[in-house]
């Protein structure tokens, strides 16, 4: 059974930067990798992806301010976000996809606020 942990939440103001990371308990180099989110009230949805060769894709809304990246080798994926907003406050959630396998961590939250 895998188990990924993310770490990185906190609070921010408008305007700066977090980094997330989520570590994976096995090898996850196979595994398409991602971040999704959750605001109060909302839907969970999906924020960044990258697939096991690197390809990454991202959500509108965090185009051009958010990065993914993965380190395979620590088994780890990674969230660089920058300029947030107030819309970006969410629990963060890890994901990490082989079908018909999926796997999530437990969140970490993200607070935007002046």
């Known amino acids: 059974q895998v188990q990924l942990v993310e770490s990185g939440g906190g609070l921010v103001q408008p305007g700066g930067s977090l980094r997330l990371s989520c570590a994976a308990s096995?090898?996850?180099?196979?595994?398409?990798m991602g971040w999704y989110r959750q605001g109060p009230g909302r839907q969970r949805e999906p924020v960044a992806g990258i697939t096991s060769g690197g390809t990454t894709d991202y959500g509108e809304s965090v185009k051009g301010r958010f990065t993914i990246s993965r380190d395979n080798t620590k088994n780890a994926v990674y969230l660089q976000m920058n300029s947030l907003k107030l819309e970006d406050t969410a629990v963060y959630y890890c994901?990490?996809?082989?079908?018909?396998?999926?796997?999530w961590g437990q969140g970490t939250q993200v607070t935007v606020s002046s």
């Open positions: 096995g090898s996850m180099f196979r595994f398409w």
């Open positions: 994901s990490a996809k082989d079908r018909p396998r999926a796997y």
